[in-house]
């Protein structure tokens, strides 16, 4: 009803981003974009090391192929330099993890995903409210997903988030989480 969409217009409010779009948790949130982003079988994505199984899941439900990246030692976020080391040609895009609230570096991140035609979907599921120079997690990628789970900074229980600016995106997510029924059809 309508708390659901009074919730994602205050995510997006809060995140500093046009569209959030709910769902039933973070894994699905990561699934939702991938499927979103057209993530096809025998994809590439470039994930940390150090992450919740939920991420690399996400991946091989589209079909994907998780391509694992060691960590920073000071920060244990995905360590940009050794993302580089891992693109080919099948990589389609870079999932930085904030781990337990801490931004990883998505100035450099960004950066190489520029370089190399990536999408980058940040897995924000820990790090509601964070921060990088003055701007959220959340608006910092193609798109961003949250977790609303009893473990989480802000909770509802359960319950996911993707958040994007991206005006095609947010209605090919809002297609694929309605099953393709018209979401402006009650």
């Known amino acids: 009803g309508k708390y659901i969409g009074a ?19 973070g894994t699905t949130a ?16 470039i994930i940390p090391t150090v992450t919740y199984i939920a991420t690399a899941n996400a991946v091989r439900y589209c079909g994907g192929t998780p391509v694992l ?19 080919t040609p099948r990589t389609k895009g870079i999932i930085p ?21 990536l999408w980058l979907l940040e897995d924000a599921a820990e790090a509601h409210g964070a921060e990088i120079d003055g701007k959220r997690v959340g608006a910092l990628g193609r798109c961003a997903t949250f977790s609303f789970f009893g473990n989480k900074i802000v ?22 989480r309605g099953q393709g029924v018209d979401p402006e059809r009650r």
């Open 155 to 176: 909770t509802t229980g359960e319950g996911g988030m993707v958040t994007t600016d991206d005006d095609e995106l947010a209605a090919r997510l809002r297609l694929y």
């Open 97 to 117: 993890v904030h781990l337990y609230g801490h931004p990883a570096d998505m100035t450099a991140l960004t950066k190489i995903a520029h370089e190399h035609d």
């Open 30 to 45: 990561l699934h939702l974009a991938l499927v979103a982003l057209d993530l096809q079988p025998g994809d590439e994505v």
């Open 69 to 87: 990246v060691d960590v920073e030692a000071d920060t244990m976020n995905i360590d940009p330099e050794r993302v580089r080391e891992k693109i």
């Open 7 to 25: 919730f994602e217009e205050a995510f997006a409010r809060f995140c500093g981003v046009k569209h959030a779009i709910a769902a039933n948790n």
